[in-house]
């Protein structure tokens, strides 16, 4: 599923935007750099071409990962996040100037922007409450519930869950060590919440019982 809902790559193809397409450079970057920092000077906005990449902020030794992004998706690096090559990825990158004068003439953009940033906002949200008042297991079994829910596939009375992430990438999201996740996941299985297929693949036997345990 799109993060953004729209995949602004196809709108670039449009021989109408071809001016705005030129704006825009290719960059491409190795599975782990850190593409943009909070403390460089220059504000920049890009579009995944190839690829995902990970939105986070990080303290200390603590890193908290507010999203993924994937082609099509728009970010701008105004919000002092920092951004990571999440696999190898390209990117469409331009200066937040020259983009700055199509905006009102390519709302799709301004629209696109806005609801990146008010997912990594409710996100934020999200990661916040679940420091305060949930643990680990519980994000991770909230966190699980919400994906069979929007990208579940029936199967055998249940919904079939593939993850295109691996447990080290799935452990960065959740915010804890690759050692814990496989654990809990482990657990989950062993209490009958799930059920793995093959790699990277569950069954949720039965959803309703999945979302109980979250509220437990």
Not at 15 to 44: C, H, Q, T, W
Not at 147 to 159: A, C, H
Request: hydrophobic share 45%; proline share 3%.
């Amino acid at each position: 599923m799109k993060f953004s809902g729209v995949n602004l790559l196809d709108e670039l193809e449009r021989p109408e935007l071809a001016e705005l397409r030129a704006v825009f450079n290719e960059r491409s970057f190795f599975k782990g750099n850190v593409i943009f920092r909070p403390d460089e000077p220059e504000n920049r906005v890009f579009v995944i071409a190839k690829g995902r990449v990970r939105v986070y902020l990080a303290y200390e030794d603590k890193e908290f990962t507010l999203a993924i992004l994937g082609p099509g998706d728009l970010y701008s690096t105004h919000a002092g996040c920092f951004i990571q090559a999440f696999e190898d990825a390209t990117l469409l990158a331009a200066d937040v100037q020259s983009v700055k004068r199509w905006m009102a003439e390519v709302p799709l953009f301004t629209r696109t922007m806005v609801r990146v940033l008010g997912h990594i906002l409710q996100n934020s949200f999200s990661i916040i409450g679940g420091l305060a008042f949930k643990d680990i297991y519980n994000r991770l079994m909230e966190y699980i519930l919400r994906e069979v829910r929007d990208t579940g596939v029936p199967e055998d009375g249940g919904l079939v869950l593939k993850f295109d992430l691996t447990i080290e990438q799935l452990a960065q999201l959740m915010g804890a060590s690759r050692q814990t996740v496989s654990t809990l996941l482990n657990d989950m299985e062993r209490a009958g919440l799930m059920e793995k297929r093959g790699r990277g693949e569950y069954l949720i036997p039965d959803v309703d019982a999945l979302e109980r345990a979250v509220g437990e």
